[in-house]
């Protein structure tokens, strides 16, 4: 297994099978012109196995976090470790752009999704996740 940092609308669209909806172009072009968005997507062989998306957050008395946005892992690779390793290698991008720290939000009964944190040395605590819809 390789994990790459995507680096063009190919690379994503490639890879559309792993995100919950069709990738839209505009947006994919948006997401990679930033910066401070990150898409790392792991691949057995040439095939896009699962990905990681993760997001700078700075705040004036905090500094910058990492946000992980969203993993996802293609059924035919599950409970291979690939999970685990894009959380590491969002970690690792995380360590060398000077995030303080990293987080994420799951639902309180998904134990797969905590379990694949925990794995990658998070710490997994209480707590509920709150969205808006806009």
């Known amino acids: ?29 948006r997401f990679l012109a930033q910066d401070h ?8 062989g040439e095939e896009p196995a699962g990905f ?10 905090k500094g910058t976090e990492m946000f992980l946005y969203e993993l996802g892992v293609d ?13 590491e290698a969002l970690k690792a991008v995380a360590v060398e752009r000077g995030c303080y720290a ?17 794995k990658a040395g998070g710490t997994v605590g209480e707590g509920a996740f709150v969205s808006w819809e806009l």
């Open 1 to 29: 297994m390789k994990i790459r940092r995507a680096a063009s609308s190919d690379d994503v669209f490639a890879a559309a099978h792993l995100f919950d909806a069709q990738p839209l172009p505009d947006a994919t072009a």
């Open 37 to 44: 968005h990150h898409l790392l997507i792991a691949y057995v």
């Open 52 to 61: 990681v998306s993760g997001i700078e957050t700075t705040h004036p008395d």
């Open 75 to 87: 059924d035919a690779f599950l409970r291979r470790g690939i999970g685990t390793a894009l959380v």
């Open 102 to 118: 990293m987080w994420t939000g799951t639902a309180a009964g998904d134990a797969a999704a905590q379990g694949t944190y925990a």
